[in-house]
């Protein structure tokens, strides 16, 4: 977790799609409500943190009640609000949303529209599943410390068997977050036959839920009820299934070495238990420096201390795109 300096201690963050629309305003009905997620980090003052709403053209304050959604999870020190204006907003109008009491030198600012086309049907556009698998080590890995690292210390870890299992994800697709961030969603998972799984709640602009299945299953379940942060209405949609399809096997299999190998070959000292594998890729890494060097000192003789020369890190990444494509000759 990282840490802010105090002016920064409470920043309101509005409804997004992922960094890349930072800058674009948001979308809210006409008789909606302002969402905004707020952060923590360090000298977090006592109470909840007030949202003051303007309008952008106007410079008039929106009148308005707040509340806080406290049955929402929230991810380390961090609340969603909900500010709900008096009177309807006006069509087309953009409106600033900062937090009450920050100093306007770094204060962060937010902004949302208000549109009278915006489609509110809930689950009309379904949400985005994926079924993938990923890997974690089986039996204790061995570790080892690398060398020339641009980073500082570092640990590569390797063990003999990974197990591999299923992910199931769900997201709200690219057409549903501006309509989404008016609820908050659950999101219960169902084995084949309904029984549940388990439940997991999200504010539905954006906020993605996952379930993980150490083993495949023919399909993955799952049913979404939305509650309304206009007026708490509910909503339980269908139980939806998705297929495993072609996303592979689960179980416990061999590693990889032909990935980990040339990461092994980084360490100053082996692994144990991977000594043979260290051993062949320094033998190739040697190989490779002296064949730099020769080529290095072509034009200034043997011994010479002028002239062209490869630095240490340089030499280093030019050694590990050599090694690179001698396996991918193999």
């Given at each position: 977790m ?6 920064e ?7 997004a ?5 930072a800058?674009v ?8 409500v302002?969402?905004?997620?707020v952060?923590c980090?360090v000298?977090?003052p006592e109470g909840?943190?007030?949202?003051v709403v303007?309008d952008k053209g106007t410079g008039?304050?929106?009148a308005?009640?707040?509340?806080l ?6 991810a380390g020190?961090?609340?969603v ?8 907003l006006a069509d087309g109008?953009?409106?600033s949303?900062?937090l ?6 770094d ?10 086309d ?16 990923e890997?974690?080590w089986?039996?204790?890995?061995s570790c080892c410390?690398i ?6 210390p ?13 992910v199931?994800?769900?997201?709200n697709s690219?057409a549903a977050?501006d309509?989404a961030?008016q609820?908050v969603?659950?999101?219960t998972?169902?084995s084949p ?7 997991q709640?999200a ?7 996952e ?5 495949a299953a023919?399909?993955y ?5 939305y509650?309304?942060l206009?007026d708490?209405?509910?909503?339980e ?6 297929l495993?399809g072609?996303?592979g096997a ?5 590693t990889d070495?032909?990935v980990?190998s040339p990461?092994?070959?980084?360490c100053s000292?082996?692994p144990?238990g991977?000594?043979?594998?260290w051993?062949?890729?320094?033998n190739?890494?040697?190989?490779d ?6 080529s290095?000192s ?6 010479a ?5 490869l ?5 280093a990444l030019a050694?590990?795109g050599?090694?690179g ?6």
């Amino acid at each position: 977790m990282g840490t802010s300096s105090p002016s920064e201690a409470c920043t309101p963050s509005i409804p997004a799609r992922g960094d890349y629309l930072a800058s674009v305003p948001r979308t809210v009905p006409l008789d909606g409500v302002v969402v905004a997620g707020v952060r923590c980090d360090v000298d977090c003052p006592e109470g909840t943190p007030a949202l003051v709403v303007k309008d952008k053209g106007t410079g008039e304050v929106v009148a308005g009640t707040q509340e806080l959604v406290a049955d929402l999870p929230a991810a380390g020190p961090e609340r969603v609000l909900v500010f709900r204006p008096a009177a309807p907003l006006a069509d087309g109008h953009t409106y600033s949303v900062t937090l009450e009491g920050q100093d306007r030198s770094d204060a962060r600012e937010a902004e949302v529209r208000a549109s009278a086309d915006l489609d509110l049907e809930v689950g009309a556009h379904a949400m985005v599943a994926s079924v993938r698998l990923e890997d974690s080590w089986y039996d204790t890995p061995s570790c080892c410390e690398i060398t020339m690292s641009a980073c500082g210390p570092e640990q590569v870890c390797v063990a003999n068997e990974v197990e591999r299992y299923v992910v199931f994800k769900l997201h709200n697709s690219e057409a549903a977050l501006d309509g989404a961030g008016q609820y908050v969603q659950t999101v219960t998972f169902l084995s084949p036959d309904g029984a549940g799984l388990g439940e997991q709640t999200a504010w539905g602009w954006g906020g993605s839920v996952e379930h993980v299945y150490m083993d495949a299953a023919p399909e993955y379940c799952y049913q979404v009820t939305y509650r309304s942060l206009i007026d708490g209405a509910t909503i339980e949609k269908e139980r939806t299934c998705v297929l495993h399809g072609d996303a592979g096997a689960t179980g416990v299999f061999p590693t990889d070495m032909e990935v980990f190998s040339p990461q092994i070959g980084r360490c100053s000292s082996p692994p144990k238990g991977f000594e043979d594998v260290w051993s062949a890729v320094r033998n190739e890494w040697a190989a490779d420096i002296r064949e730099a060097h020769e080529s290095c000192s072509v034009s200034t003789g043997r011994g010479a201390s002028s002239g062209w020369a490869l630095s240490a890190i340089g030499l280093a990444l030019a050694l590990a795109g050599r090694v690179g494509r001698r396996r991918n000759r193999r």
